[in-house]
């Protein structure tokens, strides 16, 4: 069993209800969900290129995939997250756009977020005793020898490369797309999404997720409200 704490709006939000959508799962309950019917785009042509997202959800990763330490237990990282989430106050991201990332596509903010990476850092720092090291099979499957010097260094620090300097947050919308089919999805993407992206989303909870097994889709196993007792009534 693997968790992961991410970003995720809430099970009732709208862009979350969108971008269940989009991907073909909910990523609360686990189950399919239609993909929208989008001018120009076929349902079976957004399922194709949505697949290998949609094992992972409608979410921001914010910690990698970790199994637990030996001597680490569920009951204990619930707490802790419980804890952590308190300390931190909900704020809002800016307006979100889609974008590319390398060949893939996301939902990226469009101007730099200092507070998520903030954030970010804090969840890779306190939770990192938690996490299991990762294993050698683990270490090759990501790749190792593709990755840059500082990405490489923290994935045998951190157990991910995309942390600290080379973190970056982003909903992912879709697999590696070829050249020719890029721009067509993003433009369809962002019309979809753009409705709801007049304002930029708050940033109320932290999910922690959970893969049973390998392989497994992730679902969200808990949401935990930010900041005091007063702002979670707001949530």
Known sequence: MRYSIAYTPSASDFLGHAGASWLGRNIFS??????????????????????????EGFRACLKAPFRLRDDASE????????????????????????????????????????????????ILHGFD?????????????????????????????????????EFRFYLPLTGPLEARSSERLRQSAQNYFRPLLERGPMVLNLALLVEQEPGAPFVVHSLHPMGRVSARRIA
């Open 75 to 122: 009951a204990g990282l619930l707490r802790a997250l419980m804890r952590f989430a308190g300390t931190v106050e909900p704020f809002s991201l800016p307006d979100m756009e889609v974008a590319r990332l390398g060949d893939c596509l996301g939902l990226v903010p469009a101007a730099p977020c200092e507070v998520i990476s903030r954030l970010a850092s804090l």
């Open 129 to 165: 005793e938690f996490r299991a090291p990762l294993s050698e099979e683990e270490i090759e499957r990501m790749a190792p020898e593709r990755l840059s010097a500082p990405q490489f260094a923290n994935l045998y620090r951190w157990g991910d490369p995309h942390v600290q300097d």
């Open 30 to 55: 686990g189950e399919a969900v239609e993909h929208p019917a989008l001018p120009g785009v076929g349902m079976d042509e957004i399922a194709f290129h949505t697949a290998l997202p949609r094992r």
